[in-house]
Protein backbone atom coordinates (compact mmCIF):
# COMPACT_ATOMS: atom_id res chain seq x y z
CA UNK A 1 0.00 0.00 0.00
CA UNK A 2 1.61 3.17 -1.19
CA UNK A 3 1.52 5.71 1.82
CA UNK A 4 1.12 9.51 1.80
CA UNK A 5 3.03 11.37 -0.79
CA UNK A 6 3.91 15.32 -0.52
CA UNK A 7 5.41 17.43 -3.12
CA UNK A 8 7.82 19.23 -2.82
CA UNK A 9 9.97 18.16 -0.15
CA UNK A 10 11.82 21.42 -0.16
CA UNK A 11 11.20 24.90 -0.85
CA UNK A 12 12.84 28.15 -0.18
CA UNK A 13 11.30 31.18 -1.32
CA UNK A 14 11.91 34.98 -0.16
CA UNK A 15 9.61 36.47 2.38
CA UNK A 16 5.81 37.85 0.50
CA UNK A 17 6.41 35.07 -1.80
CA UNK A 18 3.39 32.59 -2.65
CA UNK A 19 4.45 28.76 -2.15
CA UNK A 20 2.10 25.83 -2.56
CA UNK A 21 1.92 22.51 -1.58
CA UNK A 22 0.61 19.30 -2.94
CA UNK A 23 -0.60 15.97 -0.42
CA UNK A 24 -1.98 13.02 -1.73
CA UNK A 25 -3.58 10.74 0.66
CA UNK A 26 -3.19 7.02 1.81
CA UNK A 27 -6.19 5.48 -1.02
CA UNK A 28 -9.37 5.58 0.48
CA UNK A 29 -8.63 7.48 3.85
CA UNK A 30 -11.53 10.42 4.28
CA UNK A 31 -9.62 12.18 7.05
CA UNK A 32 -6.48 14.41 5.90
CA UNK A 33 -4.74 16.98 8.06
CA UNK A 34 -2.71 19.70 7.27
CA UNK A 35 -0.10 20.25 10.30
CA UNK A 36 2.34 22.84 10.54
CA UNK A 37 5.81 21.65 12.48
CA UNK A 38 8.62 24.25 13.78
CA UNK A 39 12.03 22.92 14.40
CA UNK A 40 12.02 21.28 18.12
CA UNK A 41 7.91 21.32 18.34
CA UNK A 42 4.94 19.32 18.10
CA UNK A 43 3.05 19.40 14.92
CA UNK A 44 0.43 21.75 15.24
CA UNK A 45 -2.77 21.24 13.48
CA UNK A 46 -4.04 23.51 10.74
CA UNK A 47 -7.18 22.38 9.09
CA UNK A 48 -8.66 19.26 8.88
CA UNK A 49 -10.79 17.66 6.13
CA UNK A 50 -13.59 14.62 5.95
CA UNK A 51 -13.60 14.14 2.65
CA UNK A 52 -13.56 17.28 0.92
CA UNK A 53 -15.40 19.15 3.64
CA UNK A 54 -13.76 21.31 6.80
CA UNK A 55 -13.98 19.44 10.34
CA UNK A 56 -11.88 21.92 11.93
CA UNK A 57 -9.44 25.11 10.59
CA UNK A 58 -9.48 27.00 13.66
CA UNK A 59 -5.90 27.33 13.54
CA UNK A 60 -5.23 28.32 10.05
CA UNK A 61 -4.39 32.12 9.86
CA UNK A 62 -6.91 32.80 7.21
CA UNK A 63 -5.28 35.85 6.06
CA UNK A 64 -2.84 34.43 4.18
CA UNK A 65 -3.42 31.02 4.07
CA UNK A 66 -5.61 28.94 2.21
CA UNK A 67 -6.53 24.71 1.69
CA UNK A 68 -8.47 22.95 -0.55
CA UNK A 69 -9.57 19.47 -1.28
CA UNK A 70 -11.69 19.48 -4.07
CA UNK A 71 -12.71 15.93 -5.11
CA UNK A 72 -11.81 14.27 -1.26
CA UNK A 73 -8.67 13.30 -2.60
CA UNK A 74 -5.35 15.60 -3.55
CA UNK A 75 -5.02 18.45 -1.40
CA UNK A 76 -3.26 21.66 -2.05
CA UNK A 77 -2.36 24.43 1.11
CA UNK A 78 -1.07 27.35 -0.11
CA UNK A 79 0.68 30.56 1.45
CA UNK A 80 0.18 34.03 0.58
CA UNK A 81 2.32 35.92 1.37
CA UNK A 82 4.65 34.01 3.20
CA UNK A 83 6.66 35.57 6.12
CA UNK A 84 9.75 34.76 7.97
CA UNK A 85 7.90 32.98 11.01
CA UNK A 86 6.17 30.44 8.26
CA UNK A 87 9.55 28.34 8.03
CA UNK A 88 8.49 25.11 8.85
CA UNK A 89 7.88 21.79 7.85
CA UNK A 90 4.38 21.19 6.54
CA UNK A 91 3.06 17.90 7.32
CA UNK A 92 0.26 15.92 5.48
CA UNK A 93 -1.50 12.90 7.17
CA UNK A 94 -4.57 10.56 6.75
CA UNK A 95 -6.30 8.13 8.33
CA UNK A 96 -9.18 6.17 7.25
CA UNK A 97 -12.45 8.00 9.23
CA UNK A 98 -13.01 10.66 11.47
CA UNK A 99 -14.17 9.33 14.81
CA UNK A 100 -13.61 7.12 17.68
CA UNK A 101 -11.15 4.41 17.72
CA UNK A 102 -7.06 3.67 16.76
CA UNK A 103 -8.55 1.62 13.47
CA UNK A 104 -10.41 4.62 12.14
CA UNK A 105 -8.01 7.55 13.57
CA UNK A 106 -4.14 6.49 13.54
CA UNK A 107 -2.67 9.30 11.25
CA UNK A 108 -0.07 8.01 9.08
CA UNK A 109 2.23 11.12 7.89
CA UNK A 110 3.88 11.63 4.39
CA UNK A 111 7.56 13.38 4.52
CA UNK A 112 6.59 16.76 5.09
CA UNK A 113 7.58 19.98 2.97
CA UNK A 114 11.00 22.01 4.29
CA UNK A 115 9.52 25.68 3.85
CA UNK A 116 12.57 28.56 4.53
CA UNK A 117 11.75 31.63 4.04
CA UNK A 118 14.22 33.86 3.53
CA UNK B 1 -8.79 24.31 25.38
CA UNK B 2 -6.15 21.90 25.64
CA UNK B 3 -2.73 21.42 27.34
CA UNK B 4 -0.40 18.38 26.75
CA UNK B 5 2.87 18.78 28.73
CA UNK B 6 5.67 16.60 28.43
CA UNK B 7 9.39 16.53 29.43
CA UNK B 8 11.31 18.30 26.59
CA UNK B 9 14.56 15.89 26.87
CA UNK B 10 15.75 12.67 28.26
CA UNK B 11 18.97 10.69 27.82
CA UNK B 12 19.21 6.78 28.45
CA UNK B 13 21.72 4.31 28.27
CA UNK B 14 21.36 1.45 25.65
CA UNK B 15 20.19 -1.97 27.36
CA UNK B 16 17.84 0.34 29.49
CA UNK B 17 14.59 1.19 30.07
CA UNK B 18 13.18 4.88 30.13
CA UNK B 19 9.55 5.99 30.80
CA UNK B 20 8.51 9.70 28.98
CA UNK B 21 5.29 10.73 30.71
CA UNK B 22 2.69 12.98 29.24
CA UNK B 23 0.43 14.81 31.39
CA UNK B 24 -3.22 16.25 29.62
CA UNK B 25 -6.06 18.81 30.86
CA UNK B 26 -8.75 18.52 27.91
CA UNK B 27 -12.23 19.48 27.29
CA UNK B 28 -13.53 15.98 26.96
CA UNK B 29 -11.59 12.76 25.97
CA UNK B 30 -11.62 10.68 23.18
CA UNK B 31 -8.48 8.70 22.93
CA UNK B 32 -4.28 9.10 23.32
CA UNK B 33 -1.70 8.27 21.07
CA UNK B 34 1.95 8.18 20.96
CA UNK B 35 4.12 8.56 18.04
CA UNK B 36 7.87 8.38 17.06
CA UNK B 37 9.31 10.77 14.90
CA UNK B 38 13.56 10.56 13.79
CA UNK B 39 14.98 14.18 13.26
CA UNK B 40 14.18 14.64 9.48
CA UNK B 41 11.13 12.24 8.99
CA UNK B 42 7.59 11.72 9.55
CA UNK B 43 5.94 10.83 12.86
CA UNK B 44 5.21 7.14 13.05
CA UNK B 45 2.30 5.38 14.98
CA UNK B 46 3.58 3.49 18.38
CA UNK B 47 -0.23 2.95 20.30
CA UNK B 48 -3.15 3.90 21.32
CA UNK B 49 -4.90 4.17 24.17
CA UNK B 50 -8.60 5.15 25.19
CA UNK B 51 -8.98 2.77 28.59
CA UNK B 52 -6.88 3.30 31.70
CA UNK B 53 -4.57 0.35 31.84
CA UNK B 54 -1.32 -1.54 29.74
CA UNK B 55 -1.20 -1.21 26.47
CA UNK B 56 1.97 -3.57 25.41
CA UNK B 57 3.61 -4.19 22.04
CA UNK B 58 7.08 -5.72 22.02
CA UNK B 59 9.28 -3.26 23.41
CA UNK B 60 7.31 -0.41 23.81
CA UNK B 61 4.61 -0.31 25.98
CA UNK B 62 1.52 2.87 26.76
CA UNK B 63 -0.29 3.15 30.00
CA UNK B 64 -3.12 5.72 30.27
CA UNK B 65 -5.12 6.96 33.62
CA UNK B 66 -7.95 9.07 32.44
CA UNK B 67 -8.83 10.21 36.09
CA UNK B 68 -5.27 11.83 36.61
CA UNK B 69 -4.87 13.41 33.27
CA UNK B 70 -1.63 10.87 32.84
CA UNK B 71 -0.07 8.61 30.71
CA UNK B 72 3.56 7.46 30.00
CA UNK B 73 5.19 5.45 27.43
CA UNK B 74 7.83 2.91 28.50
CA UNK B 75 10.48 1.61 26.73
CA UNK B 76 12.77 -1.59 27.38
CA UNK B 77 16.05 -2.80 25.83
CA UNK B 78 16.95 0.18 24.59
CA UNK B 79 18.75 0.30 21.29
CA UNK B 80 20.61 3.10 19.56
CA UNK B 81 17.91 3.45 16.91
CA UNK B 82 15.57 4.36 20.10
CA UNK B 83 16.82 7.83 19.68
CA UNK B 84 13.99 10.15 18.41
CA UNK B 85 11.52 12.74 19.68
CA UNK B 86 8.23 10.65 21.12
CA UNK B 87 4.93 12.57 20.66
CA UNK B 88 2.34 12.54 23.15
CA UNK B 89 -1.66 13.51 20.69
CA UNK B 90 -4.36 13.93 22.96
CA UNK B 91 -8.07 13.94 21.22
CA UNK B 92 -10.39 15.87 23.37
CA UNK B 93 -13.90 16.10 23.08
CA UNK B 94 -14.17 17.46 19.47
CA UNK B 95 -11.91 14.32 18.50
CA UNK B 96 -9.65 16.97 16.84
CA UNK B 97 -6.01 15.80 17.83
CA UNK B 98 -3.44 18.05 19.37
CA UNK B 99 0.16 17.35 19.98
CA UNK B 100 2.21 17.96 22.88
CA UNK B 101 6.04 19.33 22.23
CA UNK B 102 7.65 15.99 22.01
CA UNK B 103 10.18 14.60 24.21
CA UNK B 104 14.22 14.32 22.54
CA UNK B 105 15.55 10.77 23.58
CA UNK B 106 19.13 10.61 23.14
CA UNK B 107 19.95 6.55 23.99
CA UNK B 108 24.11 6.93 24.66
CA UNK B 109 26.09 3.39 24.50
Known amino acids: EAGVAQSPRYKIIEKRQSVAFWCNPI?????LYWYQQILGQGPKLLIQ????????DSQLPKDRFSAERLKGVDSTLKIQPAKLEDSAVYLC?????FGAGASTDTQYFGPGTRLTVL | GQNIDQPTEMTATEGAIVQINCTYQ??????LFWYQQHAGEAPTFLSY????GLEEKGRFSSFLSRSKGYSYLLLKELQMKDSASYLC??????????FGRGTSLIVHP
Open chain 1, 27 to 31: SGHAT
Open chain 2, 89 to 98: AVKGGSYIPT
Open chain 1, 93 to 97: ASSPR
Open chain 1, 49 to 56: FQNNGVVD
Open chain 2, 26 to 31: TSGFNG
Open chain 2, 49 to 52: NVLD
